[in-house]
């Protein structure tokens, strides 16, 4: 079977009815739909990972008006392709204005995303980016001031396998007299493989179809193990650089925290998968201070020998002393009182006037610092009882801020008991 063009492009939607997935925005009554029925279209930003319909709606909509369109994807584009844009505005060309689909805006620069704000506050320029990045870090702000920003989903799997029966059914159409025939749990496995990205999901499809021989009855049938070559493995979402690099090792740190060992193992695999060893190793060692703390402080040099054998070891070894770190540190006790307590004194340095060290405390270890009143009444703690004596240690205009306190857990709470019979 031959195609003239790739198959995700022949069979891309012409109406939001056969968008795929996105209900929380396209559907009866919802925001999408009520802004093409009103005919006056905002400035728009599109966020999304890839494959789930950002193209095909601003497509849609583009077509939907009586502006000039033009698309441009910022990968390739310049100022200058831009300028030509706003060179033809009030002109015969453009007698409605434009509407101007920009792709990948993330690859602008600022400079490149300024050239566009006049145009698009006037109305001149009605502009529909699309970006697979998070537009709060990456769209300028003045731009984005004057955009609506619409999120689109990774999309289901049934909403997937209707988007593989969609494109079975206009090929069945194109080619009359050629039986194709593909089982719903092959299209279920290809599109459960494909993570969300109906793109790459009908990309799998044509691959099977034109390497699928007819058999003797004339037929194509595509069959699972056809899938399976045609796959090469699960795809996964992650991108280094990218939104969902710090969204799983959130979920991976939440769930720690939360004492959830199956969730934990379950980002940790993620991790794992998208061989991000080092990532994993450092939010470990976090974790290991910041949410078991002193409840457990064994906890961070365990963890740290986990580290330090999964450095030495390598994928695909380094996930066992890596699982070992996770359910440890999900059993664990959990305190946050070290970083509250260093978080509490860091702000009061930036925000106080702390005033001076008391002079006892200043180091008298020099020729003149007795001159100087350095270290004169200085108590040596060890010279006393339980190595403890009374004095003053914070410096007189914060004499009496107190920063740690302890957790409720048996460690901290034991400690906590032992000081207040001492002093």
């Known amino acids: 079977m031959k195609f003239d063009k790739p198959l995700a492009d022949r069979i891309r939607p012409e109406r939001l009815d056969d968008v795929a997935g996105q209900s929380h925005i396209i559907g009866k009554n919802k925001i999408l739909n009520r802004i093409l029925e009103s005919k006056e279209i905002p400035n728009m930003i599109f966020f999304g990972p890839p494959g789930v319909g950002k193209t095909t709606v601003a497509n849609i909509i583009a077509k939907a008006t009586d502006k000039k369109f033009y ?14 844009i706003i060179g033809n505005l009030d002109t015969l060309l453009t007698p409605n204005g434009v509407l101007l689909y920009l792709d990948e805006i993330q690859n602008f620069n600022k400079k490149q995303q300024q050239s566009l704000l006049e145009y698009t506050e006037n109305g001149k320029i009605t502009l529909i980016a699309s970006t697979t990045e998070n537009p709060y870090f990456y769209v300028y702000n003045a731009l984005l001031s004057r955009s609506a920003v619409f999120e689109f989903k990774l999309l289901e799997t049934a909403d997937i396998v209707k988007g593989l029966q969609r494109a079975l059914d206009i090929i069945r159409k194109d080619h009359e007299g050629t039986e194709i025939e593909c089982d719903n749990k092959v299209l279920e496995y290809i599109a459960e493989c494909c993570t969300g990205d109906l793109r790459r999901a009908i990309n799998v499809l044509q691959l ?7 058999d003797p009855q004339g037929r194509i049938v595509i069959t699972m193990d056809t899938a399976k070559e045609c796959l090469q493995g699960k795809a996964l979402n992650y991108d280094k650089m990218g939104d969902n690099h710090y969204d799983i090792l959130s979920a991976f740190q939440k769930s720690l925290r939360g004492s959830d060992a199956d969730a934990s193992l379950h980002y940790l695999a993620r991790l794992v998968k998208a061989g991000d ?12 201070a910041e949410d078991i703390g002193l409840a457990y402080p064994q906890a961070i040099s365990i963890v740290k020998s986990c580290v330090d054998s999964a450095l030495q070891l390598g994928f695909p070894e380094a996930r066992i002393p890596l699982a070992e770190a996770v359910i440890l540190l999900a059993n664990s006790p959990k305190s946050n009182s070290a970083i509250v307590a260093i978080d509490s004194a860091m702000r009061d340095i930036e925000s106080m006037d702390i005033g001076d060290i008391p002079p ?9 610092a007795e001159k100087l009143g350095r270290a ?7 010279s006393f009882p339980n190595n403890y004596v009374k004095q003053q240690y914070l ?3 914060i004499r009496d801020r107190k920063y740690y306190v302890p957790g409720k857990n048996k460690n901290e709470q034991i400690s906590k008991e032992y000081w207040e019979k001492i002093k």
């Open 277 to 288: 060893l080092i990532s994993i190793c450092r939010r470990l060692l976090v974790i290991a």
């Open 360 to 368: 006892y405390l200043k180091d008298g270890h020099y020729s003149g």
């Open 71 to 84: 698309k441009l994807n910022a990968t390739n584009a310049s100022v200058s392709d831009i300028k030509n």
């Open 376 to 382: 004169l009444t200085y108590a040596y703690p060890h």
């Open 208 to 214: 099977a179809m034109v390497t699928t021989n007819l």
């Open 395 to 397: 410096p007189d205009k």
